[in-house]
């Protein structure tokens, strides 16, 4: 008996343990980001982001002139019982008493450092990266020269407009026009029923790449690209298979007999449908509607054809994708201003992840 | 002047029935002509764009949403007026209509207009009027064949070496070992959280990045890639360990010299975003299996292995395809990652990258066309078994 406790805790330890870890993997990427973050610009280019933990760092307790002391830096030297060459000294130099020696500058003019390890957490948390993303600030140093550099901000407050008005409307319409259609082919009789929603599901998993040139066409006879009303018809045109799919699985398995007594007493079919089937759909319409949304807000590709260069109309996704191309190397710019971007979505997917995974688990194909 | 009788009331006079015909046709049109009228004028007040931003988003979202809901309502106003014979014969066309008419504007017709543009040059078919080909039909005819290249762009297409490496990378890279990992580590985290004290916590972290975008996951990603000189410090984490192990700081997914496996470090980034997909669905069919057959199976002497792949394994075998085939869908036209990392460089091309370039940067429509049929058809699969299986439905 006592084994078998024994082997069922070690199993515990193990299944905990690899959960934990992978756990921990999933994190950290997300993790550095945040807290990189909130580092000052200077910092997040010189040291790790993890340098935030308790770590072990030189630092100079002493300084020597070497001149002072009458030593040749062409050949080796003598200092603090140590002999070493000048090039030894420049990478550094441990002493037995764990110290460190370095040459700091060159050769005619430099120091010696005498320096220790000792615990430090570099601990200096600024919000100027985000005021920089979103409020278009910029940023000035003076170099050691003299010379005045200015790192212009960015303007994320536009793009996260921007990114709003696009994405609530390509949410809201493909739901209200599926929302109808599903209606329709769950509860009406018609010629050619069958055929229609035979295409439906066939477009389900059509990729949209298949569109971008004619849908392009399309708009540019129409005077369209551009504008938000050419990307809210794309992602309703793009989002609609699924919308339809899922809202007809959904509506078709509501209680007949409520809708029969409904239209007994009179009530037309908008009525039933604005009145009855849409409150009792709630639940479907949330699932989809999260889905939809994550996936216009995250959206690059259908954003980056249909609004086209106008700095104006950029969404999120594209203004963060410019700063990689324009200034890969600009952290303090890049991790605030992804983070912004990922902040709404985060909020709506911990918010309603149980509409979330039912909406998943409902339709898991879409094109 | 049918719906005449439907509500038509007996007591009037013939001339009061008239004019309140004629008012109500007289309405039937105007309403219609307001709304069109207001949604226009808002329209081309978003289409001009000069407000500030704010109101222009409250707007567009007003007038987007508002004006689906108004156009809905008109038109089953107006069908409302009719007979009752032709009421309940127009309305579900009402109500399915527009959601027909849009599929077949962007994906339907786009589909067969794709197919058509690749079979044409550069510039895709010429802009000739029809009329010509009546008027002058030789004229128009050389015009076609001008332009006219038959199947020259798939045959550039699987012989051209940019496009060769674009499958080599998504058939091998992205079907071959970015689909497995993202089955297999979904399956682990599912199967582990389902034993644990803590797999609400656990699941949703893994499945956090699920919310996340592709442009989003490429800043994290590039900053765990970052590179810094050799001798200053390392602020990305993969070069800090490979620092620390005593290795080279390398740009790992633009190091060439090791290409075509720089690949695998943009594939760790789609295996850490899709896993926890994977993860939610096996999640959820592991919990549909009856408790009792494992705990038999336990009985029996079964150890926990035997128990996962005798007994899980094959009860979820069906969550197991649709999520493999799921991902592999989404794999085939990976785009956003690989545009934002490497841009396509390196040796990390892609089928969707490819279209991308060939379509909207060298603006080679029919090339980039014949790209999208390519893709199109490798999704034929799916969409036969999913027709099948609809058809397998008693509902229609």
Redesign the interface.
Known sequence: MKSSRAQRIRGLLLVNGVLLLLVLIWLIPVVGLLVSSFRDRFDIQTTPWWAILPHRKWEVVEKIDPRAQGLDASGPMTINGITATFEELRAGVTTPEGQRLQWIGNRRIGTIEVQDKVWTVSWKFTLDNYKQVLQGKSFVYTREDGTVVTIPGDNFYGALLNSIAVALPSTLIPILIAAFAAYGFAWMNFPGRRLMFILVVALLVVPLQIALVPILRDYAKLNLNGTFLAIWLAHTGFGLPLATYLLFNYISTLPRETLESAFIDGASHFTVFTRLILPLSVPALASFAIFQFLWVWNDYLVALIFLGGDRNFQVVTMRLAAIVGDRGQDWHLLTAGAFVTMVLPLIVFFSLQRYFVRGLLAGSIKG | MQYLERRASMELSPIARLVTNLLRIALAALIPLIAFYILYQG?LF??A?NAS??V??LI??VW??GG??IL??VF?WLV?LLPLYWTT?L??????G???A??A???????L??LW?SLYGKD?PPGIPLSLLFSSPNEFIALQRAQFVGLGNYIAVFTDRLMREAFRNNIFFWIGVATPLTVI?GL??AV??D????EN??K?????????????A???????Y?VKPVG??????LN?IVVGLGGQPQAWPAYTAISPWNNLFLVIIVV?LQ?G?AM??FS?ALKGIPEEIIEAARVDGAN?IEVFFRIMVPSISGTII??T??VI?FT??I??VV??MTGGQFGTDVI?TQ??RQ??IARN?GY??A???V??IA?IP??VY??RR?GEQE??
């Open positions: 329209f978003l289409r764009g931003k704010g222009i988003t567009a979202i987007g949403v689906v809901a809905y309502w089953n409302e014969r309305q579900p066309f009402v109500f399915v527009p959601a027909m849009i599929l504007w962007y994906l339907f017709l786009p589909s207009r794709t543009i895709g580590f682990l985290v582990l959280a034993r644990s004290k803590f916590f656990a949703a972290m893994v499945f956090m990045p699920m919310a996340i975008s592709f442009v989003g490429g800043v994290i990603w590039n900053f765990i970052e200053s410090p390392q602020i990305g984490l800090a850490w896993t997909y939610v669905l959820a926990e649709t999520v085939t799921t869908i085939l036209k785009f956003d545009w934002v969707a279209f991308y379509s909207f429509s980039g066309s790209i999208a049929i893709l199109l999704v799916v969409m999913n027709l609809f509902a229609f």
